[in-house]
């Protein structure tokens, strides 16, 4: 998947400011993201073929500082 690893630089920056289960989350979403129809949370998790409840990724921009 090397669009996915050409991602990773930038989305570091982000994992000194979230937790290792919040940025792990978001790289699942990103992952989803690139392969998405829809950029939708519930596309994403589609598209990258995740089995957690979408409420877990929900949480992710709602509880955001």
Known sequence: MDIYNS???MLQVFSVTMTAL???SL???MA???FA??????????AG???RHHSAFHRIF???V
Request: hydrophobic letters at 45%; aromatic letters at 8%; proline letters at 7%.
């Open 22 to 24: 919040t940025y792990a």
């Open 32 to 34: 989803g993201c690139i």
């Open 62 to 64: 709602a509880t955001a």
């Open 49 to 51: 073929g995740v089995e």
């Open 37 to 46: 129809p829809r950029q939708t949370i519930m596309g994403m998790l589609r």
């Open 7 to 9: 991602f990773l630089p």
């Open 27 to 29: 790289m699942e979403l």
